[in-house]
């Protein structure tokens, strides 16, 4: 297993640097120029100045290899020197925005909890929606509960997050005004009353997310539910007199669980890439908003470094699930 | 299991009985009643896109400002005057609506039902080209992948390294950065439309083309591979004749969720600003527009919303029902 482990997390190099590469490669073609904007006062040889100080001007090959500097070695050790106080990075050249003129981390950390908020308690109610569902609807199949099952998670499926939301902001905020329509991120919660503020704002985007959620993963779900209701141990267990509850509860949901539980870390990336959509809905400004915002304004070194992020979330959750999946399963065996 | 069957079976058979494959599948998909009912939306919709500019020849793009902001011929249906849910009468007095326009008109009275149908035509022939190109290259890929044992290492790490990109930032940028070179030489709206359509096609095919490597590396060990192999048959006539019939099945299966995923892809870019020009709206483009002004126009954002939303779901239950009907194992029964 540990070699296993060791072995993936060194294919997972190779793959992030390429990927890294591709992103490099594409932004550079950007057309748009972080010097546009500048006053037309400013003299040419000035403006070169700038241009080297964003890291500009220098060949492609050695701004690719100092953006890998940058983002494998001065930003972790940034994050050790805030982690313990000290000051072992001092004076080295963070990854910059071009908009904001700041270190790019510092944003992202900055939007980073509304996106978590959102984001991670829609998939959180997702999974625990999808569940339940799941198990009955594999248990009594083709019943009215199983059909219904189906046609909303065919709408979970179809319907895309950037209408499904555009509806109920009609309905709960334009028709019935029990809701917010725009997501407060200034929002402070103190005392009882301002959770409940918080929890308002929160529902539709969490329930939109939550919906695309609970389609797939109930899905899943109930076919894994449905392979192994029909299999041996299952009527061995009926036989020896085991209570239904324990057979489908236990016997059956712990073996079903297995691809259900590698399904749900797959998708956990995915669903950063999704709030793109739901956070332009709702203008919460987290991540995707941040990765919107900056590709209209041609922040070369923002929109690379969110795109990475997104990346490595992906290449680590494929990781995470290969692992789950032979934790889980005695019988799967990497060696 | 789906290879024909062998010709003298079929020719010991009375002529009446004779049943082709195409036929027992069409047998059982008709017994799917979501799938008929999704491919009679998927076709009215279709047939409307098409041939809807004939019937109703409203231009799409004529500004009309003294008939601005008409409300749909409906409105009166949702008046009353016991809740406040719905419109009191007299503001249904002042609202402006008729059959000259059936679903009003935009805050620059353009006709919403004429936007409506040429959006669709968009929207709709940028999910069928940009599959066909995803499944031409899943296809082409995994038919190499499969069949040809030195590629097989080089073009799955390949695959897989496509799907650990993150898709949707990527083509937004690549929207953004590619979007003026092609519309400067491809004109605005011919140049979005390669563009996009190349880019959801380039960026879809991964799972196809895992799935017909796996298909194609389990049909290289059948026996009747092994005689056509015996025969003399070469490459190319073995992929064309004898693999990639028997891989239909699962390209249809994933053409339709490709068509569904295009749709919907081309939509997010739309709503995300990034995808075709207000002047040449596709569904997704309209329903983002509308949504500035949803409070007071809601009936806007709705339409293009519930035509993608009604497509996809078509097309997805069409998928559901082709899975079965291809599926001999199902179909038997």
Redesign the interface.
């Known amino acids: 297993m540990i070699t296993f482990i060791i072995r993936r997390l060194i294919l997972a190099v190779p ?1 992030l640097l ?2 890294s590469l ?2 490099f490669l ?2 550079d ?3 748009g120029d972080p010097m546009a904007q500048m006053p037309l006062t400013i003299p040419d040889e000035v403006k070169q100045k700038m241009r080297e100080a964003l890291g500009l001007g220098e060949p492609l090959h050695i701004r690719y290899f100092k953006w890998l500097y940058q983002f494998f070695v001065v930003e972790p050790g940034y994050f050790l020197d805030w982690l313990f106080g000290t000051n072992m990075m001092e004076g080295t050249q963070r990854v910059v925005s071009w908009q904001f003129r700041t270190p790019v981390f510092d944003t992202i950390i900055e939007r980073l909890p509304q996106t978590l908020w959102v984001v991670a308690m829609a998939y959180v109610v997702g999974v625990l929606i999808a569940i339940p569902i799941g198990i009955i609807s594999a248990y009594k199949q083709y019943s009215v509960f199983d059909q219904a099952g189906t046609l909303v998670s ?2 979970g ?4 997050p ?2 499904s939301g ?2 109920v ?2 309905i709960f905020s ?2 019935l005004g029990w809701l917010p329509s725009i997501y407060d991120t200034t929002h402070v919660v103190k005392d009882w009353e301002s959770f409940k503020v918080q929890l308002m704002q929160m529902i539709m985007p969490v329930m939109v997310l939550a919906l695309q959620t609970t389609a797939q993963i109930s899905r899943y779900m109930r076919s894994a539910m449905l392979d192994n209701l029909n299999q041996d141990y299952v009527r061995t267990a009926r036989a020896k007199g085991l209570g239904e509850w324990s057979v489908v509860m236990v016997h059956v949901l712990r073996n079903s669980m297995i691809p259900v539980v590698t399904v749900i870390a797959l998708g956990i ?1 995915a669903i950063f ?2 709030a ?2 739901t956070e ?2 709702f203008k919460v400004n987290g991540i995707g908003q941040l ?2 915002t900056a ?2 304004a041609n922040d070369i070194p923002m ?1 690379q470094t ?2 990475f992020i ?2 490595v ?3 680590v959750f ?1 990781l995470i699930a290969d692992v789950l999946y032979g934790v889980l399963d005695p019988r799967i065996r990497y060696d | 299991m789906t290879e024909q069957t062998p010709d003298v079976i079929g020719e010991s058979q009375p002529r009446g009985k004779e049943r082709s494959q195409w036929a027992d599948v069409w047998r059982q998909f008709r017994s799917h009643k ?1 799938a008929m009912m999704g491919a009679f939306v998927l076709l009215f919709i279709t047939f409307g896109v098409t041939f809807g500019p004939y019937i109703w020849d409203i231009d799409p793009t004529k500004l009309d400002i003294r008939n601005k902001d008409w409300r749909p011929i409906y409105m009166p249906l949702f008046s009353c005057s016991w809740t406040d ?1 719905c419109i009191p009468p007299e503001s249904l007095e002042r609202m402006k609506y008729g059959w000259a326009h059936p679903l009003g008109t935009d805050n620059l009275g353009r006709d919403v039902l004429a936007t409506l149908i040429h959006g669709g035509r968009v929207s709709i022939a940028v999910g069928w080209v940009a599959m066909a190109l995803a499944m031409i290259i899943g296809t082409a890929i995994g038919v190499a992948s499969g069949y040809v044992k030195k590629l097989d290492g080089l073009l799955m790490r390949f695959t ?2 496509v ?8 083509l ?3 929207m ?2 590619f979007r ?1 070179t092609l519309r400067a030489s491809f004109g605005p709206e011919l140049g979005i439309f390669i563009l996009i359509v190349c880019v959801i096609g380039a960026t879809s095919w991964m799972q196809t083309a895992r799935i017909v490597r796996a298909d194609i590396l389990a049909l290289k060990e059948r026996e009747f591979i092994l005689a056509a192999r015996s025969i003399g048959t070469p490459p190319l006539k073995m992929v064309t004749r004898h693999l990639l019939p028997n891989v239909l099945s699962p390209i249809m299966v994933s053409a339709t969720l490709g068509l ?1 995923t295009a749709i ?1 892809t081309e ?2 870019i739309s ?4 995808g075709f020009p207000s002047d040449f709206p596709t569904w ?1 483009k309209l ?2 527009d509308a ?1 500035d002004r ?2 007071n126009f ?1 009936e806007r ?2 339409w293009p ?2 035509m ?2 009604l497509v ?2 078509a097309v ?2 069409i998928g ?1 029902g082709l899975r079965d009907a291809l599926d001999p194992r199902i179909r038997g029964r």
Not at chain 1, 157 to 160: I, L, T, Y
């Open positions: 793959t390429f990927i591709i992103l594409l932004l073609l950007a057309p065919m709408i499926f179809s319907v895309p950037f209408f555009v509806v902001i009609v334009v028709k990336p890439g999704g793109i959509i332009q809905v990765l919107i590709i209209q929109v969110i795109t997104f990346a979330l992906i290449v494929n | 979501g849910w897989d390294l799907l650990a990109l993150p898709l949707l930032p990527l937004l940028v690549i953004l950065l003026d569904a919907i939509s997010a709503f995300l600003g990034l997704g329903l983002f949504t949803i409070q809601p954002a709705i919303g519930l993608i939303s996809v779901l997805n239950y559901d």
